[in-house]
C-alpha cells in the first residue's frame, strides 16, 4: 500500500512526458499569491510555448462577478522544486479578456519601463533584501516567543545560533536550497535582529527578472511554510515596540554606476531620488510609516538623507563604493511588503528617464 508521501513523490517520467505547470499570479491585495496547474503535453523552456489561462476575478478581488474572467499571461519559468522533474512554476501577469492590463498587473508598466531604450542600455542590477516573519499558526505571535509574552531583548538574535536564538531554520534552509533547485538567483540567507524574522537576498538580477524571481522566492516561502504550518508575514511591523520592522532593501546600480567615475553619478542619482521622496515613499509598501520612524536602523519617513556606511539612512553607500569610486547604493526605504516590480522600475525612472 503506498503512503501518501510516496504518491506526491511519483516520478512522472518514468510513464509519460506529460508535465505540470504551476502558474502564480499576484491577487487582488497586491501580496496575496495565487496559483492552479495544469497539465502541458511535454516539457516547455520558454514562456512564449506556454497557453494562455484565465481565472474567476470576482473570488480574488480583481473582477466583477457578472464580467469575471481574468486572462493570465505566462511571463517567467522556473523549476519547480515540490513535484520536481521536468515540471515548473510559471510567474504570470493578468489582462482583462481584451487585453489590457488589470489594475492590480504592476508587471506591465515595469516591462515598459526596463523595455526603454535608455533603460536597458544601462543594464540596472538589482539585489533586494527580503526580510520576513515566521507566526505560530494558531495565535499569530512569532515563532519561539511565549505565547502571549515576550523573548528577551533583541541583541543576540541576529545571525544568531542555537535553540533560544534561531526560530524556523529548518524552513529558511528548505527556502534557500528550493530556490536554488528552481533557478532563482538567491545570494544568501540570515537570521534577522528580531527573534523570528530572517532575510534572503535575491539578485544580482537584471531589470525585470528582478520583480519575477523574488516573486516566485516568495511565493515557494508561502508554499513551504504551508507544509510547515507556520504562517509567514510580510508585515513591516509585525511587533509594535522597541522591536525591528521588516523591509525589502533594494541594492541598485547602472553600468554607468559600475565604471570608472561612477561615485559621481550615484550621487546624482541619489539627488534625484531625493526630489521624489513623496512618491517613493507612496509607492514603498502598505504600513511603511509603523517602520520608519528614524529608530530601529530606519531614516523618518518625511526625512531623506544618505550617508556611506548608515544604517539610519534612507539610502546608504558602502564603504567598498567610496573607496572604489564605483558601485552601488542600497534603497532602505522600502518596506517588506512592497511590490518588486513598482520599486525596481520605479527607481530606473526616476534615476534613468526622470529629467527635473
Known amino acids: 500500500m503506498s503512503l501518501l508521501s510516496d504518491l506526491i513523490n511519483l516520478n512522472l517520467s518514468d510513464t509519460t512526458e506529460k508535465v505540470i505547470a504551476e502558474y502564480i499570479w499576484v491577487g487582488g491585495s497586491g501580496m496575496d499569491l495565487r496559483s492552479k496547474a495544469r497539465t502541458l503535453p511535454g516539457p516547455v523552456s520558454d514562456p512564449s510555448e506556454l497557453p494562455k489561462w484565465n481565472y474567476d476575478g470576482s473570488s480574488t478581488g480583481q473582477a466583477p462577478g457578472e464580467d469575471s474572467e481574468v486572462i493570465i499571461y505566462p511571463q517567467a519559468i522556473f523549476k519547480d522544486p515540490f513535484r520536481r522533474g521536468n515540471n515548473i512554476l510559471v510567474i504570470c501577469d493578468a489582462y482583462t479578456p481584451a487585453g489590457k492590463p488589470i489594475p492590480t498587473n ?189 529608530r530601529h536602523e530606519t531614516a523618518d519617513i518625511n526625512t531623506f538623507l544618505w550617508g556611506v556606511a548608515n544604517r539610519g539612512a534612507s539610502i546608504r553607500v558602502g564603504r567598498d563604493t567610496e573607496k572604489a569610486g564605483k558601485g552601488y547604493f542600497e534603497d532602505r526605504r522600502p518596506a517588506s511588503n512592497m511590490d518588486p516590480y513598482v520599486v525596481t522600475s520605479m527607481i530606473a525612472d526616476t534615476t534613468i528617464l526622470w529629467k527635473p
Open 106 to 294: 504592476k508587471r506591465h508598466a515595469a516591462a515598459e519601463i526596463f523595455s526603454h531604450p535608455d533603460v536597458v542600455a544601462e543594464e540596472p542590477w538589482y539585489g533586494i533584501e527580503q526580510e520576513y516573519t515566521l507566526l505560530k499558526k494558531e495565535v499569530h505571535w512569532p515563532l519561539g516567543w511565549p505565547v502571549g509574552g515576550f523573548p528577551g531583548p533583541q541583541g543576540p538574535y541576529y545571525c544568531g545560533v542555537g535553540a533560544d536564538k534561531a526560530f524556523g531554520r529548518d524552513i529558511v534552509d528548505a527556502h534557500y536550497k528550493a530556490c536554488l533547485y528552481a533557478g532563482v538567483n538567491i545570494s544568501g540567507i540570515n537570521g534577522e535582529v528580531m527573534p523570528g524574522q530572517w532575510e534572503f537576498q535575491v539578485g544580482p538580477a537584471v531589470g525585470i527578472s528582478a520583480g519575477d524571481e523574488l516573486w516566485v522566492a516568495r511565493y515557494i516561502l508561502e508554499r513551504i511554510t504551508e507544509i510547515a504550518g507556520v504562517v509567514l508575514s510580510f508585515d513591516p511591523k509585525p511587533i509594535q515596540g522597541d522591536w525591528n520592522g521588516a523591509g525589502a532593501h533594494t541594492n541598485y546600480s547602472t553600468k554607468s554606476m559600475r565604471n570608472d567615475g561612477g561615485y559621481e553619478v550615484i550621487k546624482k542619482a541619489i539627488e534625484k531620488l531625493g526630489k521624489r521622496h513623496k512618491e517613493h515613499i507612496a509607492a514603498y509598501g502598505e504600513g511603511n510609516e509603523r517602520r520608519l520612524t528614524g
